[in-house]
């Protein structure tokens, strides 16, 4: 999940079902293969159920390397790739979010806002809506392509655009908010890779703008301290390199970074930032967004 440099314009089916093979990776070697095929089976007993969580979620984060987390995601996503259609997803966090942005940053309308990974266009229209000028980008064309279908069908304007956000740069680093989709940061593996995630997407906003990121909270409970050392002992008997860290899991083949409050502060003062504003949604799946700024010490 990442972005852009031009436009793409190829014509790609609205296929409901069908993936986009541009952008689909397949497993290259055992350790994606039993990865890809784990699931939670329908299980009638609560412990047992939870019990089977833990290792279905510990498993990929143990078995495989960073490269391999990036292989299984990218799949995941290509294989379902209306998952996230607005008709679909009745999740809108992000209309709690305006009024902060404002509060913070003055006035909106007008604003350009920078919406990376962006999907199907959900997050574009509530934005737009609110009176931001919105460049919306994201990996997979075929999803780029409904997301233009989309904001002609609901009558709202953005600017769509199919890159590899890894390597993607704006055309100028003058954004008044650079927005990173619900989740996003949770889904990047290692902490020194989500530094420099941090340290170069602050680096397209502009003075007395903000970089929004949001994260999936650390739970309480021992089952989050039993997948890490599973996990450990995975890595360990699979001889995998890539050392797993606390707050990692994998669920419905996507992988997640749980956070302490601690954990994230940290991240943030290595890549010089600071937080303005937050928000926290505990209500259905738990979310917190974060306003941040490059840090004035």
């Known amino acids: 999940m990442t972005e852009p440099a031009k436009g793409d314009s190829t014509a790609v089916s ?17 350790r994606m293969a039993i990865a890809e095929r784990l699931g939670v089976p329908a299980i009638p007993f609560a412990w047992l159920r939870k019990l089977v969580t833990v290792i279905v979620e ?19 996503y290509a294989e379902v790739p209306d998952f996230y259609h607005p008709s679909d997803y009745p999740i809108r966090y992000e209309e709690e979010l305006v009024p902060i942005i404002e509060r913070t940053i003055g006035a909106i309308r ?41 904001a002609k069908q609901a009558g709202f304007i953005a600017e ?24 996003m940061y ?28 949001s994260t999936t909270p650390r739970p309480a409970g021992i089952a989050p301290i039993a997948r890490h050392l599973l996990a450990h002992l995975i890595r360990v008997l699979s001889f995998n390199s890539r050392r797993p860290e606390f707050g990692d899991r994998f669920h419905n083949r996507l992988f997640w970074h749980d956070f302490s409050l601690d954990t994230l502060l940290e991240e ?15 209500g259905g799946t738990p979310c917190n967004f974060y306003l941040l700024r490059a840090s004035l010490r």
């Open 14 to 30: 609205l296929s409901r079902t069908e993936p986009d093979r541009r952008t689909t990776r397949r497993p290259a070697g055992w």
């Open 58 to 76: 510990a498993v990929p984060v143990g078995l495989l390397r960073r490269s391999e987390i990036e292989h299984v995601v990218h799949a995941a």
């Open 110 to 150: 007008g604003l350009r806002l920078l919406d990376l990974y962006c999907g199907h266009g959900r997050e574009a229209e509530i934005f737009a809506r609110a009176g931001f000028d919105v460049s919306a980008v994201d990996a997979q064309p075929a999803v780029i392509e409904r997301a233009r279908e989309y």
């Open 160 to 183: 769509f655009t199919a890159a590899d956000i890894d390597r993607y740069t704006p055309s100028d680093s003058d954004w008044d908010v650079v927005y990173t989709s619900l989740w």
């Open 186 to 213: 949770s889904t990047v593996p290692d902490q020194g890779a989500r530094v420099r995630w941090l340290k170069r997407l602050s680096g397209w906003v502009k003075p007395g703008g903000c970089l929004i990121i």
């Open 268 to 282: 943030l003062d290595a890549a010089d930032l600071e937080i303005l504003d937050s928000l926290e949604i505990a």
